[in-house]
């Protein structure tokens, strides 16, 4: 019995090296059209994966501007008021500007990232080989000045704008 399942053990063994090679060099032939369909595949999922980030990310800027809208209308219905009533507002004004200005930043800093995610998904495979990292690693770049950005826009707001509401509600207007 023990010479039986040894005896079956050899035939498996040389049947297995001996089939090897005769697999091997039928795939190698079938193995390289698969090995571009698999690519090709992948690389329709990486596609679709990158158009479904810039739409989450568009979707984020979209609250991110209506956010700062209303909170910059907000600010901007105080300021007339209290400008009504005869304070000194030009400090509030000028760090106003800058807080737009630095939104103006953010927008464009927002685009470029956009446009980078775009550039990525419009390669075919083939480009995608040669360029897909470098592209990758710029577009992680623009993301992190993009969060940079949006973390500058909430600080300056609520350490310097408010600061300046604070400093006029203590101030006494200039016609009284």
């Known amino acids: 019995m023990k010479r039986a399942s040894i005896m079956v053990g050899m035939v498996a063994l040389l049947l297995t090296i001996s089939i090897a090679p005769a697999l091997a060099q039928e795939g190698q032939s079938g193995g390289e059209g698969r090995l571009q369909?698999?690519?090709?595949?992948?690389?329709?999922?990486?596609?679709?994966?990158?158009?479904?980030?810039?739409?989450?990310?568009n979707n984020n800027q979209q609250r991110h501007r209506e956010t700062y809208e209303r909170v910059k209308a907000a600010v901007e219905e105080f300021l007339e008021k209290m400008k009504a009533k005869g304070y000194d507002v030009s400090k509030l004004e000028r760090d106003l500007a800058t807080w737009e200005g630095m939104f103006e930043g953010f927008a464009r800093d927002y685009r470029a990232f956009i446009e980078e995610l775009e550039k990525i998904a419009a390669l075919s495979p083939e480009q995608a080989q040669?360029?897909?990292?470098?592209?990758?690693?710029?577009?992680?770049?623009?993301?992190?000045?993009?969060?940079?950005?949006?973390?500058?826009?909430?600080?300056?707001?609520?350490?310097?704008?408010?600061?300046?509401?604070?400093?006029?509600?203590?101030?006494?207007?200039?016609?009284?």
């Open 37 to 57: 369909e698999r690519l090709q595949e992948r690389w329709e999922f990486v596609q679709k994966r990158i158009e479904l980030i810039i739409t989450r990310f």
């Open 130 to 176: 040669g360029s897909f990292y470098s592209l990758l690693r710029e577009a992680r770049r623009l993301l992190q000045a993009v969060r940079q950005d949006a973390v500058e826009i909430r600080l300056f707001y609520q350490q310097t704008i408010r600061a300046d509401i604070q400093e006029l509600r203590g101030q006494l207007p200039e016609s009284a």
